[in-house]
């Protein structure tokens, strides 16, 4: 038996489901690091370059669940996982199956529920990275559900991150719970970043010239992440910085701004409004971190 032979063979084989842009990213990670690797799409031809590195594709559902031990699931939505995997569920027995399908909390506790009506045990994820980042040290991959199943399969799973492999609870949600808060601070800070070119555009500055100063500002704004932090988990909020109400004045500016400039005020609106709650609430001489009582409420 060559080297590369007798590695594979002391390796977990891994079935991967769904080859989208990152299943076929997470396949190949597996692939590459010695594990027989086992592919199903419904589109087929997807795994041709996979099945050329020595990948084997399934001909059906069941038989790619009954290929591994380890059986990764990454699909469009979690109706695409029911509706593929329902119909072979007693093929999960003894097997742990990890669900890498963007879902909310409920949506994974309930997924957990499922498979242990097939005797499977359940790993809920999320992939904090784009597809060409697996396996490198830019991608990071969450986990929760069951430990002990995480930690069969932790050395596998360690190949489709360097340095990010990241085993939270044994709360199957918390990993998409994790997932929901993050992609919310990324679309805040682009939202901002599209809020100031979109206001320095009408100066006819270009989004490239403005995008070095709109990285300072990114990462000058994330020191202020742990001291906030602390306060939120205290319950106090010392206004060491700047208060609510100085925040507030700059708010109004750039609403007041934005609408003389022609440009999208319904940002702007947002942060003053819930600026404006805060200080009613009796926060406007504390930090920031009070507002953290307005996102605790339901919307009115």
Same mark, same amino acid.
């Given at each position: 038996?060559? !080297?590369?032979?007798?590695?594979?063979?002391?390796?977990? %084989?891994?079935?991967? $489901?769904?080859?989208?842009?990152?299943?076929?990213?997470?396949?190949?990670?597996?692939?590459?690091?010695? /594990?027989?690797?086992?592919?199903?799409?419904?589109?087929?031809?997807?795994?041709?370059?996979? $099945?050329?590195?020595?990948?084997?594709? =399934?001909?059906?559902?069941?038989?790619?669940?009954?290929?591994? %031990?380890?059986?990764?699931?990454?699909?469009?939505?979690?109706?695409?996982?029911?509706?593929?995997?329902?119909?072979?569920?007693?093929?999960?027995?003894?097997?742990?199956?990890?669900?890498?399908?963007?879902?909310?909390? &409920? #949506?994974?506790?309930?997924?957990?529920?499922?498979?242990?009506?097939?005797?499977?045990?359940?790993?809920?994820?999320? *992939?904090?990275?784009?597809?060409?980042? *697996?396996?490198?040290?830019?991608?990071?991959?969450?986990?929760?559900?069951? @430990?002990?199943?995480?930690?069969?399969?932790? =050395?596998?799973?360690?190949?489709?991150?360097? &340095?990010?492999?990241?085993?939270?609870?044994?709360? /199957?949600?918390?990993?998409?719970?994790?997932?929901?808060? *993050?992609?919310?601070?990324?679309?805040?800070?682009?939202?901002?970043?599209? #809020?100031?070119?979109?206001?320095?555009?009408?100066?006819?500055?270009?989004? &490239?010239?403005? =995008?070095?100063?709109?990285?300072?500002? *990114?990462?000058?704004?994330?020191?202020?992440?742990?001291?906030?932090?602390?306060?939120?988990? +205290?319950?106090?909020? %010392? =206004? !060491?910085?700047?208060?609510?109400?100085?925040?507030?004045?700059?708010?109004? /500016?750039?609403?007041? +701004?934005?609408?003389?400039?022609?440009?999208?005020?319904?940002?702007? @609106?947002?942060?003053?409004?819930?600026?404006?709650?805060?200080?009613?609430?009796?926060?406007?001489?504390?930090?920031?971190?009070?507002?953290?009582?307005?996102?605790? @409420?339901?919307?009115?």
């Amino acid at each position: 038996m060559s !080297t590369s032979s007798a590695s594979s063979a002391s390796r977990t %084989p891994v079935t991967v $489901v769904g080859l989208g842009l990152m299943g076929h990213a997470l396949a190949a990670a597996f692939l590459a690091n010695g /594990h027989p690797t086992t592919v199903w799409n419904r589109s087929a031809a997807k795994a041709d370059d996979l $099945v050329a590195d020595g990948a084997t594709l =399934a001909d059906s559902v069941k038989s790619a669940v009954e290929a591994s %031990p380890l059986v990764v699931v990454c699909v469009s939505d979690y109706d695409a996982v029911y509706a593929l995997l329902d119909p072979v569920g007693s093929s999960l027995a003894g097997r742990t199956l990890l669900n890498l399908t963007t879902s909310s909390s &409920t #949506q994974a506790r309930e997924a957990a529920r499922w498979a242990a009506d097939f005797d499977s045990s359940y790993l809920d994820g999320a *992939i904090l990275a784009l597809p060409q980042a *697996i396996g490198t040290a830019d991608a990071t991959l969450l986990y929760s559900g069951s @430990k002990a199943a995480f930690e069969v399969h932790q =050395a596998t799973l360690q190949v489709l991150s360097e &340095t990010g492999t990241v085993y939270l609870d044994e709360d /199957h949600g918390l990993s998409a719970l994790y997932d929901m808060s *993050i992609l919310g601070i990324m679309w805040g800070v682009l939202n901002g970043f599209l #809020q100031g070119a979109a206001l320095l555009g009408t100066a006819n500055v270009k989004a &490239t010239t403005f =995008a070095p100063l709109a990285r300072t500002a *990114i990462n000058v704004t994330t020191d202020y992440v742990s001291a906030y932090a602390q306060q939120i988990d +205290e319950g106090n909020y %010392p =206004a !060491t910085d700047a208060t609510v109400a100085v925040h507030r004045g700059g708010m109004e /500016h750039l609403l007041h +701004e934005s609408d003389a400039l022609g440009v999208n005020t319904e940002l702007p @609106k947002l942060f003053l409004d819930l600026a404006e709650r805060a200080a009613a609430d009796g926060h406007a001489n504390d930090s920031y971190a009070a507002l953290i009582n307005q996102f605790r @409420k339901r919307a009115v």
